[in-house]
């Protein structure tokens, strides 16, 4: 089970963390993602980090700006977005696969979190 939180409303430029808890302890042989979807459309990759954290992958849209972390003690997985938009606005989610090259896609996904959403003010 996937536990999305921090989200919440902060003003353009601003920063924001978002976790990922993650039940179980398969949590080490998952590669970790954050997704983000507006209503009407499909849900957008945005981050991804594998299993040991080995690799990170970004959508252009975010990179540079947003970092993609986990905590294999904690189970927990990270984003960290910072110089916040407006565009930004958005329910985020995390999800689990179990494979890398699975992880950038929606519908490759194994398991997903509740969605947290995220409010920038311009």
């Known amino acids: 089970q996937l536990q999305a939180s921090g989200g919440g409303l902060v003003q353009a430029g601003a920063s924001l963390r978002l976790s990922c808890a993650v039940s179980?302890?398969?949590?080490?042989?998952?590669?970790m993602g954050w997704f983000r979807q507006t209503p009407g459309k499909e849900r957008e990759f945005v981050a991804a980090?594998?299993?040991?954290?080995?690799?990170?992958n970004y959508a252009d849209s975010v990179k540079g700006r947003f970092t993609v972390s986990r905590d294999n003690a904690k189970n927990t997985a990270y984003l960290q977005m910072s110089s916040l938009k407006a565009e930004d606005t958005v329910v985020y989610y995390c999800a689990a696969a179990r494979s890398w090259r699975n992880v950038k896609s929606q519908y490759a996904i194994d398991y997903w979190g509740k969605g947290t959403q995220v409010t920038v003010s311009s």
């Open positions: 179980g302890r398969a949590f080490l042989t998952y590669s």
């Open positions: 980090m594998s299993e040991r954290g080995t690799f990170t």
